[in-house]
């Protein structure tokens, strides 16, 4: 009797026990999904809206990142290709990761909000930092005020964009700068490794389309330093820029449609095998690319001697071509894919310390064979992006421009820096 009372005593303990460890170990995971984040009243960074797949990772463990879940110090959260997450940032600040984005949380007090942006860009509208707000990047440090900014940091390269108020950015170096509202901060390294940084105007074009959609929509519209109008006019230009494109595309698309049809008239194998090749295509990813140096044909006075003729008469290297990739490729990769099909002459070179390349001709025209401030641009949609072309990783239906230009580096090919 008694030993079978010890036995009852021991299973409810033993049932007691069990209960308690999976109750912690429910409490455990919670914590570190971020199941019970909705309710902590003293949360100073939690998740907005999450446009397709964002991850967070907490204690080395990665999980899908949710809304309203209240973030920890040494939580890093990364966004996906075409996904957007949102941050509310002490109740009245905004920050939104743009895709293939990485921001790591390193303080998350009520007076010291402290980030480091790993990879890729964040926009910010932050009307209230509180008495400390600071974000790292690339090894450089923001020091927040009442601002409206931007920070992408690309492997190479780095900048910031000051829309409204002003934000101190301590370098690596050491020393300082203050960016203005309508100003640039452009980083990067020399070639023997030393810090390059400058403060210039910033152009609407300088701008893309996330941070137009952005800039539109931020509670501080109102007060930056373009209007919505001059964001609509850059939205709308670029838009019937990409229309072009895509008509010029269909065009070509239709006539080799037809020169098909008629090579395969009187071969019914063929035919089917046309048809069975189109099927195909539309499941692969596509961008189109084209290569022009139109602005060299009002500089021939500065053309390097001998050059006039690898400029064609109508400034066009390559016309609009469709070009196949996959996930993870780049504007470099497309590059080369499509002066290869072309037999267009490309030279380029890797920089370790960038972990980039960089594209030095194309076509046998070079940086500065027509003047000082000569050289290939790149262009995506209608914006030039402000890092090297192997660090753009594209989305299908991306169009792509390659320009040379002769002045301004790039204020002649519609380029941001005047």
Known sequence: MESRKRRKISNIIMAILIAVIVFCGIMAVGNIRGWFGGSDPDSQIRTGQIVGVANVERSGIGYGLKENVALQPQDIIETKIDSTAEMEIARKNQMV?????????LSAEKEKIHLELLAGEIFADIPDAGKSFTVDFSGNTAQITGTVFSISSQQGSASLNVLEGEVQVDLEDGTEKTVKAGEILSIAHNSDGKLAAEVSELQVSALNDFLIEHAKSCKAADDLCFTAEELQKTV?????????????????????????????????????????????????????ISIRCDSILNNMNKLESGKN?????????????????????????VLKRACSYAGIQLEYSYTPMYGSYYVEGINHLYEFDCGNESGWMYQVNGWFPNYGCSGYTLKNGDSIVWKYTCKGLGADVGGSVR
């Open 309 to 333: 003729r690898y400029v064609p008469a109508n400034g066009c290297i390559l016309a609009t071509s469709t070009v196949e990739f996959k996930e993870g490729e780049t504007v470099f990769d």
């Open 236 to 288: 709308k230009q670029r838009t019937a820029e990409k229309e072009k494109i895509q008509q010029e595309v269909a065009q070509q698309a239709e006539a080799i449609r037809t020169e098909a049809a008629s090579k395969a008239a009187n071969s019914e194998t063929d035919q089917n095998k046309n048809t069975a090749d189109t099927g195909q295509s539309k499941a692969v990813k596509s961008c189109t």
């Open 97 to 105: 990761l743009n895709r293939e984005t990485e921001l790591s949380v």
